[in-house]
């Protein structure tokens, strides 16, 4: 936007208010006139009243003037506060919409750097990860272990689930498609997934599932609780895995190594593993931070409890209307 404005432009702008006063003008030469009241002392008291106005209006153009060259500044500026205190309201008023308008920019600024920012430690983390996977293969084929093979093959379609879900999830053309679902199907979908790592790993598997109907997202929801089952697994080297459904909750109970009181708020960062991964390298801190970000998606709650060697609870509370 040009810093230029003369004071013909000014002129311009206020050719409505000239042309009033020059209508005003006519009207009060023609009244005195009609009094008989001198011609040159018309003229005289038109002058001078012309005179005023053009000096008021210079008075005004520079006025104006300023508080353009203000805006202009302001809006070209990367300042977010206003340094000028403008005292014609309507300036007020637009510096006042430059302001938010600034605030709105800069907040998408920062919410997209954000999200880059994830997104670069999440492929980071992901490619890591699955590199484990892959060279467990390596080996497993020199000693064709059928059995190992199916699991590290499992692994690697959960990570790239992984990353389609965290695609899909941050996309803002991803739907969810909610309809009635019954608890229990979806739980023994997610518990045949993962049969093969509980019989090689000897981790016993109990459940208790009622016939419970929510509105929810089948898919989505499936790979909520395959992840939850998933990390009860990785951090389950002896004992059993408890899974009970209800009317609007699921519980996930394992024996693990449990986690620490003071980790908990944080479990759900991206990239966040605290005391598992100190003592767990294979820890990334992607999953659950996916589950939280799926779940809140979904309208569900997730409540977890600890503690250090004794295992972790997961419980998953639905808050849309159950179905019976």
């Known amino acids: 936007m040009s810093r230029r404005i003369s004071y013909f432009d000014y002129v311009k702008l206020r050719i409505s208010y000239l042309f009033m006063?020059?209508?005003?003008?006519?009207?009060?030469?023609?009244?005195?006139?009609?009094?008989?009241?001198?011609?040159?002392?018309?003229?005289?008291?038109?002058?001078?009243?012309?005179?005023?106005?053009?000096?008021?209006?210079?008075?005004?153009?520079?006025?104006?003037k300023l508080n353009y060259l203000s805006l202009i500044d302001f809006l070209n500026s990367d300042e977010i506060n206003l340094k000028v205190d403008f005292s014609d309201p309507v300036y007020k008023l637009l510096a006042q919409g430059i302001?938010?308008?600034?605030?709105?920019?800069?907040?998408?600024?920062?919410?997209?750097?954000?999200?880059?920012?994830?997104?670069?430690?999440?492929?980071?983390?992901?490619t890591h990860q699955i590199k484990t996977p892959i060279a467990a293969l390596n080996l497993m084929l020199e000693d064709k272990n059928e059995s190992d093979l199916k699991i590290e093959v499992m692994k690697i379609e959960d990570y790239v689930n992984m990353l389609l879900a965290y695609y899909r999830n941050n996309s803002p053309t991803t739907d969810y498609s909610f309809s009635k679902v019954r608890l229990d199907d979806v739980i023994r979908s997610s518990v045949r997934k993962?049969?093969?790592?509980?019989?090689?790993?000897?981790?016993?598997?109990?459940?208790?599932?009622?016939?419970?109907?929510?509105?929810?997202?089948?898919k989505w929801l499936e790979f909520i609780i395959s992840q939850l089952i998933s990390n009860s697994l990785k951090y389950t080297k002896s004992g059993e895995?408890?899974?009970?459904?209800?009317?609007?909750?699921?519980?996930?109970?394992?024996?693990?190594?449990?986690?620490?009181?003071?980790?908990?708020?944080?479990?759900?960062?991206?990239?966040?593993?605290?005391?598992?991964?100190?003592?767990?390298?294979?820890?990334?801190?992607?999953?659950?931070?996916?589950?939280?970000?799926?779940?809140?998606?979904?309208?569900i709650d997730i409540e977890v409890d600890s503690n250090v060697g004794e295992g972790t609870t997961v419980k998953l509370k639905f808050n849309n209307r159950i179905l019976q």
């Open 21 to 64: 006063c020059i209508l005003m003008g006519v009207v009060f030469f023609v009244v005195l006139y009609s009094r008989n009241i001198n011609v040159s002392s018309i003229f005289y008291a038109l002058l001078i009243s012309f005179a005023v106005l053009f000096l008021c209006s210079l008075y005004f153009y520079g006025r104006y």
């Open 99 to 126: 302001r938010d308008y600034k605030i709105q920019k800069t907040n998408f600024i920062s919410d997209d750097r954000k999200r880059l920012d994830e997104i670069n430690k999440f492929y980071t983390m992901w």
């Open 194 to 218: 993962y049969a093969d790592v509980f019989i090689k790993n000897k981790i016993k598997i109990k459940v208790d599932l009622k016939e419970a109907v929510v509105i929810s997202d089948s």
């Open 241 to 299: 895995i408890t899974i009970i459904s209800a009317e609007n909750f699921i519980s996930i109970k394992d024996t693990g190594i449990g986690i620490e009181k003071s980790d908990l708020p944080r479990i759900f960062e991206l990239g966040f593993t605290g005391y598992n991964g100190r003592i767990y390298t294979k820890s990334t801190g992607i999953g659950l931070n996916l589950v939280k970000s799926v779940a809140d998606n979904l309208n």
